[in-house]
Structure formats: C-alpha cells, structure tokens
C-alpha cells in the first residue's frame, strides 16, 4: 500500500492529545474545539472504551475493514489530477472519477487512532496527510483535491461563468460536496490525531478557497450553492476557531445557502422537496457558526431546524427522506420505498444532535441519538460481510441492500466508515463539574477534570439495568446526571450503594450530587415494554417497540433475487421485486401484552390477522438477509 514512514504510535498515550496549541485569539485546545459556549464538552474518543456488546462488535467490524483497505487506492485520483503518477489503480463504483472516499477514510482512520490507540491507523493517516501534502504542492496554488476536470470548473466558476446542468456545477457532479469530504479529514486529522501537518495542507486549500470565492458577488455565490455542497461552511468556521483569522469566518459564511438557513433562523421552514443530505450538513455548518461567534439567528437555525426534522419528518427508526429527498410534511406513510432513510442523513443528524445536546444539555436530545444509533446505525452494517446499507428500506416486506466492500463505495459507506468509530461521543458529556450519562451502552470513560473512571457495566438490552461503577485515587466532589429515558416504566429506579437516590420525571435526568469514592456503585433499573408508536401524519401505520428498541417483523425470504441483493453493487440499480403480502396485526395498545409472546430477551411472536401463522419478531438491527416489516397495519 505505499505506506511509509510517520510518527509510529508506541509513544501513544491518552496526554498526547491534551496540547494546547496558540492561535491568534489565544490559547485554543483541540478538545474544546474552540468555543466556550457549550454547557457540556462531547467526551473525547480516548477517554472513552467501549466494553463487549454489539456497538464493540460493529466497531472492530468497522476496524477491520479498514485495515483491509488500500489508502493509494483512495488516492488515485488526488494524485492524477495533480499531474503526478499513481501508486495504484483506482477502486471502482462510485470512486470512478471523483476520489470522494478517501476524506471518509482519513477522519475513520484518525478517529480510530484516538480511540484505539492502534498504531496502523495513525501510519495510514500520517501517510494520506503526507501525499495530499505532496498534491497541493504540486498543484501550486494551494489546491488539493480528487474532483476530475476541476482545474477548468474552478477557472470558471472563479471568472464568474457558473451554472447548473442536470450532470451537475459547471456539468460536474457536486464538486464542493467532494472536496468537503477531504477537509474534514484533513481537520479530523488535525484534531483528532494531532498531525500538525494536517493543519498546513488545510490552511492552504482554505486560502485558494478563499481567494477563488473572494471576487464573486453573493448571487454568484448562491447560484454556485444550488448543487450538492457539503458541510464546507462548518470546516471554514473551524478554521476561524483554530486560527482566530477572521476571513476564514467570512469564507465560512459565504457557503450559507440563504434561501434555506435565513428562514429557519426565523422559525420557518419550507424543506418539501429539498435533497435532504445537502441541507443537514450546512445547518449543521450554521449551528457551528453561532458556536464561535455566538450569533443567536444560527443557534435559532440549527435548533428549529433539529426539531422539524426530528418530529415532523423522521422515521421511527430516527433516519429521514425518501429517495434521498424530503417530501412534503403530511404525507409520511406514502413515503415508504425501498429507499426510505439514507444513512448519510443519520450520521449528520446525530452529529448535529451531539452539538446541540454540548450546548443546552436537554433529554430529548440524548433520546433522539439512542433511537438512531440502536436503530439505524448499529443496523445499518452487515453481520456477515463489511457491507453496509445505503438505505435503511421501511417498505413493509423488502429487505436490506448492503454495500460490495470494495467495489460499490458508496457515499453511505464513506460515513459508514466513520460511524463506528464515533459511538464513544454520544454516550458520555461531561463540564469541569458535571457528567451526563446519555446511553445505555458497555463502555468506560475516565474524566480527566475529576481524575475519575466510571465503568458501565450492561447487557442492555437483553438485562434491563446498569451498573456505573467508580475509580477516584481520593474522593471527589461532583454531579453526575444519569438519564431517566421517556421508555422506562414506573419501576425505573436508582441507587447509589444500595440505597435509592432522587427521583426524576421520565425524560429527564436523577441529579447526583456528592463526594464520591473509589468503589462507589450506582445501578438503575431499566424497565422496558412494548409499546406502539404511529407514523406522524398517518395512524393507521404503527410501529412496535420495546423501550427504545424498533421490531421488525420476519417475514421470510420468498422470492428474493437469487443474486443476494444484500451484496449488490451500485445501490441505483435496485430492480423491480415483488413484495409478499403483508399481513395487518390484530393488536391495539391495551392488549399488546397478549398479542405479544416473549421468547427471548429482545424477541416476540405475534399472530396474524389473516391466519393463526406467527410472525418473530426481533430488533432491525438483528435483521440481515430477511425481508421484514417496521410498519404495519393494524386492526
């Protein structure tokens, strides 16, 4: 794979990636990711361990695919365009061309660098930084990037000839939105994995970026933000937050597409019809705008936007769009195709839910990312293969379509390849005096401010409890908040040594103030039951749950394709498949506990309307290779 040299990780530890480094507004840590206005920092990837369980097992997963992966391979095209030869043939399926894989790479890589400690991680991201850097001197001017024929689109889109054909910008296809993936890896490694030179190679694609756009007139602008962009607005305020440079927060906000985010700052909201995944990474963009700046129209934007999207056009499962698109509010259940919930749109909306959560810590928030991270995320990979879905399809009786590993390369594996990685930022947030315990997830966190670990031991949810037990050299003073989840039952309960500690209303937090002690347990029962949740705008379609949990039905696997459509290629080419007839449910809220036989932990048989023929049910994340149903008619 070309890999050489690089700073090798056996000096690797944890303190490493407490530097601070000195920016021109001052001291900035690449922990706090420059701003203090967050009530609540995301706990760092290398403070957080993940213990056994099925997110442990997604993540080594996720590992070792890519350590099977060639990182020249990704660079191909960076290295062509740049008129340099390649060091090896290019992966195929939607890599053709455009390269857009190897930002999703280099971020998965770093992550995995700081939360594994893994030294072939930190080799692969030092080496990929290293190449781009040779590209962008290369090319000369500070460009740095994969996007075939993008010296004659940026030559012209920089004299001001910009328009839009059906292929794409300037008869391209989403060039910004190609080039965003490789800054964010380029500030992943930053940031995460501490490669100086990461920084540098940055710093100078954001001057080009800089001096290209610096001429054009805000219509320019605008017309050139009708394609696909990207969450370029979010790197460039990144870069005002590293280096204090206030053309960088200028840039920034000249990828604002102001037809969607300046009315959503107002409160309103016009999303019908709109590609879904363009508009959640700028908002996600608009939101980090108002964390550097403190602009309170962007905090507004980032918000409202967050809470249309989660309540009125989300899925049960979380995930969002049909056909990539959102379409028009009030008609959900007709929106149920093979191509239901793209899980690009999962990995930015719990993104920007962790964000949002770090500056108003509210329930609702933590609550929104365990429905997607149970439900679409952890679902989304293949159990057999490194395969991973494109969409999570909610078309009751199809079936899950995943990735060929090294031939497909879709945009959903690209994030895909990120989100295993990433579980370790959602489960723990933590102040200089404050924990908030989120997720019910095997894991431990050490925090740092308390020089204290905290090991949550759980087989949630196969056991309905928890166990946080703690390690402190000399006791410490400190408020912990464990959630009480909107599922859990009246049995819902805590303790601290033994004895029950505050209650809380569901969908709130027990507040835990006290000096702790090295051996102090807490446990908290979790009570689950099922329960029937129906789809916004259409109550004759419901789900069924238990707790937070999402069953699907099995519905076996007639007449599926004998080319096993869950190793198909280009997820375009999905082919007409006749669906079985899928039975209604005769169940109402009252009587689930007698519709629902429980046979084990997280599994239940239901009859059917139609016949005494059970159907099992079990948890979407347990379904592969079978067609299945989340949404059903009931009687």
Known sequence: MGIAGGLMLSSWTPSLFADVVTAKRGQWRRDSFGTSRRAAQLATLDTVKLQDGPFRTAMDNDQAYLLSLEP???????????????????????EEKVGRMLGHYLSACSMYARATGEPRFLQRQNYIVGELAECQRANGDGYVGGVTDARRIFTEIGHGNIYINKTGLNGVHAPWYMLHKMIAGLRDAYVYGQNDQALVVLTGFSDWAYKLTDPLSPADMQKMLEDEHGGVNEIFADMYAITGKEKYLTLSRRFNRTSVLEPLTRGVEDLDGLHANTQIPTVLGLYRQYEVTG??????????????????????????????????????????????????????????????????PREEFAAYSERVLWNDILASLDKTTPGMTYYMSLKPGHFKTFSKPYDSFWCCVGTGMENHAKYGESIYFHSPNELWINQFIASEIFWPAKKMRIAQNTRFPDEQSSEWKISCERPVKATLYLRRPGWAGDAFNVKVNGKSTGSSEPGTYVKMHRTWHNGDVITAQLPMHLHVEAMHDDPSLKAILYGPIVLAGLLGREGMPDAAPYAGGDQLQFKPVPDPLVPSLVITEEDLSRCFQQTAPTEFTCKTSASDKLIRFVPLTAVTHDRYSVYWQTT
């Open 295 to 360: 602009d309170g129209a962007a905090r507004r934007g980032g918000e409202f936007f967050w809470q249309t999207v989660t309540q009125d056009r989300s899925y049960v499962i979380g995930g969002n769009s049909d056909k990539e698109y959102f379409y028009p509010r009030g008609a959900m259940g007709k929106n149920l195709s093979v191509a239901t919930a793209e899980t690009c749109n999962s990995y930015n909306m719990v993104k920007l839910t962790d964000r949002l959560f770090a500056g108003t």
């Open 72 to 94: 020249d391979r990704f660079l191909y095209y960076f290295r062509t365009t740049a008129g340099l030869k390649a060091k090896a043939i290019a992966y195929g399926g939607w």
